[in-house]
């Protein structure tokens, strides 16, 4: 990425998983233009990877930003056009639903935005600390935002159950968080194939090391050794600043 303080680099994985005859998750990952991203389809076998892909698609060619603020404002017009498609779609196949969940990271300089609709997450592993960026747009999420110390959380819905996802209604809602980067940041996206199955504790554990590719490969297998019940999708990126004054230099003896 052209004039970036950092070095990015970035790995992913996705798998049907041991139930599902179709991988209806997409992913995005393309460090050179500071995005990536992960998508859920539903609809039903080739409908929800129609969808899934068609968001993906949306996003893989955005022109080089100017700004933050410019990076976030293309990528919500391509998912806005994204989701007037999939409404479209649904329509000329009179289905009730065509739909994929999204949640994409884009960079620029030393900042990063977090878009998101549904229930896919964004990471951030930052000083041995693994926090959650997204919030996941279900109906769990729903009860446990309104809810009161002591009530009975008993009787949760179901947690696939989601509240928005581009396809869902004709105008959709993206939301938008943003922050620092700092050097060693490790950030994973993924779908709710993996969070399902896969603890946090976990999630630290392999993100730990800071190898991409390792880490996104035992995260799909942790997956799918504890049931893979959904499809399974993990991105994961890595920040190196390359001008940190940490950086250890090797000047040659003259």
Do not use: K
Not at 85 to 95: G, N, P, T
Not at 132 to 141: A, F, G, I, K
Not at 188 to 215: F, H, K, R, S, Y
């Amino acid at each position: 990425m052209e004039s970036s303080p950092f070095r990015w680099t970035s790995a992913s994985c996705s798998h049907a998983g041991r139930v599902r005859e179709v991988n209806e998750d997409a992913c995005l990952e393309q460090p050179g233009r500071g995005a990536w991203a992960v998508a859920d389809g539903m609809g039903g076998h080739a409908l929800g990877e129609f969808a899934s892909r068609l968001a993906i698609r949306s996003l893989t060619d955005l022109p080089s930003p100017q700004t933050l603020v410019h990076h976030v404002a293309q990528a919500q017009e391509r998912l806005q056009g994204a989701n007037r498609r999939l409404r479209d779609e649904a329509a000329r196949r009179d289905v009730p639903l065509i739909g994929t969940t999204i949640a994409a990271l884009l960079v620029w300089q030393r900042q990063c935005a977090c878009l998101w609709a549904g229930d896919s997450r964004v990471y951030l592993y930052r000083s041995g600390r693994l926090g959650q960026l997204t919030r996941d747009h279900s109906e769990v999420e729903a009860v446990r935002s309104r809810g009161r110390p002591g009530e009975d959380t008993l009787h949760l819905p179901a947690s696939n159950v989601i509240t928005r996802a581009l396809g869902a209604e004709d105008t959709i809602e993206i939301d938008c968080v943003t922050h620092a980067v700092l050097d060693g940041d490790v950030f994973l996206l993924c779908t709710d194939g993996l969070t399902n199955e896969v603890g946090e504790a976990a999630i630290e554990q392999a993100l730990l090391p800071g190898n991409c590719g390792q880490a996104a490969q035992e995260l799909l297998d942790l997956a799918l050794e504890h049931g893979g019940r959904d499809n399974i999708t993990a991105v994961v990126v890595r920040a190196e600043d390359l001008y940190s004054p940490d950086r250890t230099v090797i000047h040659p003896v003259l």
